[in-house]
Each structure stands twice: as structure tokens, then as C-alpha cells.
């Protein structure tokens, strides 16, 4: 009594304190429960969050200065108390991290014990070229990772149809690797659910309504991972589609490639994975687009928006 009115605190104090908030963290980990943020109604969702397939940001523990330990399905940190659907041991503090086991189902298959830091660069643009223009990191290797990225997503220039290619006379090489590129693009535009000439437009010309925004992610450590997307619902609210397992360009550079649609039917997401670089593109979808009338087995042709009906979890194949 006498250090409280002396304005110090006992240990029998702190000891009170600290089970005061262990208590109110339990209680905002009960309520948060397991379920995937959405996005409010009429607004676009978030566009520069996740952290990857597999390896997507699950709290705020995930990004920033904060922190998260992972004990099996428990996890807990900056962001408070939370159950996961995965069987992890490790943490995360800031962007350092030590991890081993399966990590969130939600976010895909993902397998793997690795000791990593990483660093992110972002920024936003009107078409693909301006995003790799803009783009700018310092770790080595990632111009050697940035042309590869352009080579898969060179679907996305004009010019990028084959026939036309051949009509402008281009060099045979040059003409097989465009080749390739229509053939990233094409699985790509059936795992994001709209039609190809419509997804080459779109990263081409942008859209009046959102930026494309991209962030690349550098992590440099020891380990190794294996992930798989099957198309459900991640913690971002995209299903996720493992594309170009059978694309010559993903296997000839040896790169891994996501992607699908945001559940609201407004934005899509490509993954790629270029050695230790991560390119996530995320894009606004082409409107008016019904992800109802897109899956519906009975819709045979493109509406004049340019969608066409997603793939199936089982139709494409993961890397």
C-alpha cells in the first residue's frame, strides 16, 4: 500500500496486470474466431495485403513492426490470441522469421522449415509496364528476377498475340518465347475467370477505376517450402489456382505461378514465385462481373464485359 501511494508498483501489482491483459487477449482471440476478413460492402478489397499463396498475412502480427509465435494451431502476438486450421511451430518478428511445420490451410497447402528475413517493395500503376518501370529494390538478384517476371507476363504488351507477332516478322526465338507468354496468359485468364483478350487489355490499357498495384517480396535465408493452391478461400478472400505447371516459360525458368479472383468478383491476383522474389499483381476485373453467372456451368460464350467461366480446382495444375 505504501509503494502504490508512492507511486511504484509491486510485483503482486504487475503480476495482476499482466493476467488482466493475457484475459482481455483471450477474450478478442474468442471473438475474432477463424473466419477470413472481408471487405466492406461497395468497396474494392485490399489490394496490396497477403503475403503470397501459401504464405499469405494472417494478422497484423504478419505485417509491419509486429510480432506473432505460432505453437501448433495457436497463435498469438501483437494482434492478440488466435486458433488457426494449421500445425506450426516458430515466429515472426517484424520481418524476420523461424518456422517449421504446415501452415494455414486457408491459405493452401504449404509445407516447409525455413529461417528467412525479407524485405518488400511496393508501388502502383495504370498498365503491367508502368508497374515494372517503377519498380525498384536493391537485393541482388532481383533484376535477373524482374526480367523473368517481365518474360512470363510478356502476354501483356501490345502486340503479344502470336499470329501478330508473326504478321510484324519478329526473330524465330523471339516468336517462341511470345509463344510461351500467350500460354502463361491463357491459364491465367481461366483461373482468373475472364477471357484472355480481355485480361490482356486490362494490364495493358488499365482501367479508369483502380490502379494495378505490385509488390515484390525479397527473402534471403535457409530452409525449403512446398505449396499448393486448390481454389478455396484464402484469409484474403481470393481462390487461388496453382497455373502453368505445363507452361515451357514457368518450367524453363523454373518459377511457380497462383492465381484467381477476389470472392467479390472485383479484383484478381497473379503470384509469381522467381527464386527468392515473390511478384504479386494485384488487378481490378473488367465490370459489370457476376462471379454467379461466371461459374455458371451453362454459360458457354464471353459476355460482351469479357468474362468467361473460371476454371475448375481440378483443371489446373499446380507447380
Not at 21 to 33: D, N, P, Q
Not at 259 to 277: C, D, M, P, Q
Request: glycine share 16%; hydrophobic share 40%.
Amino acid at each position: 500500500e505504501r509503494e502504490r501511494e508512492a507511486g511504484r508498483s509491486s510485483p503482486a501489482g504487475d503480476v495482476r496486470a499482466a493476467a488482466m491483459s493475457l484475459f482481455g487477449m483471450l477474450g478478442a482471440g474468442r471473438e475474432r474466431g477463424c473466419s477470413p476478413p472481408s471487405s466492406a460492402s461497395g468497396q474494392s478489397p485490399d489490394a496490396s495485403g497477403g503475403a503470397g499463396a501459401g504464405d499469405g498475412a494472417s494478422g497484423a502480427g504478419k505485417q509491419g513492426g509486429g510480432w506473432e509465435v505460432n505453437l501448433g494451431p495457436l497463435a498469438f502476438g501483437s494482434f492478440g490470441i488466435d486458433l488457426k486450421p494449421q500445425f506450426k511451430v516458430g515466429a515472426q518478428v517484424a520481418n524476420f522469421t523461424v518456422e517449421a511445420g504446415l501452415g494455414d490451410l486457408r491459405d493452401g497447402i504449404r509445407v516447409g522449415a525455413e529461417v528467412e528475413a525479407s524485405v518488400e517493395a511496393k508501388t502502383t500503376g495504370r498498365t503491367l509496364a508502368e508497374l515494372h518501370e517503377n519498380i525498384s529494390c536493391e537485393t541482388p538478384g532481383f533484376r535477373e528476377a524482374l526480367e523473368a517476371a517481365r518474360q512470363l507476363m510478356a502476354f501483356a504488351i501490345p502486340g503479344s498475340s502470336p499470329s501478330r507477332a508473326v504478321a510484324l516478322g519478329p526473330a524465330p526465338e523471339q516468336q517462341g518465347e511470345m509463344s510461351k507468354a500467350v500460354s502463361v496468359g491463357r491459364q491465367i485468364a481461366e483461373a482468373v475467370g475472364i477471357n484472355y483478350d480481355a485480361l490482356t487489355r486490362l494490364l495493358t490499357a488499365g482501367t479508369p477505376r483502380a490502379p494495378i498495384s505490385l509488390r515484390v517480396k525479397a527473402s534471403v535465408g535457409v530452409g525449403a517450402s512446398a505449396s499448393v493452391c486448390l481454389g478455396w478461400c484464402d484469409t484474403k478472400g481470393y481462390r487461388m489456382l496453382g497455373v502453368g505447371g505445363k507452361a515451357k516459360a514457368v518450367i524453363s525458368i523454373g518459377a511457380t505461378v497462383f492465381a484467381g479472383r477476389h470472392i467479390s468478383g472485383e479484383t484478381a491476383k497473379v503470384i509469381l514465385g522467381i527464386g527468392n522474389f515473390t511478384f504479386e499483381y494485384t488487378f481490378p476485373l473488367p465490370r459489370p462481373f457476376s462471379p454467379s453467372a461466371a461459374s455458371s456451368p451453362t454459360e458457354s460464350t464471353a459476355s460482351p464485359g469479357g468474362e468467361s467461366p473460371p476454371a475448375a480446382a481440378t483443371g489446373a495444375a499446380a507447380p
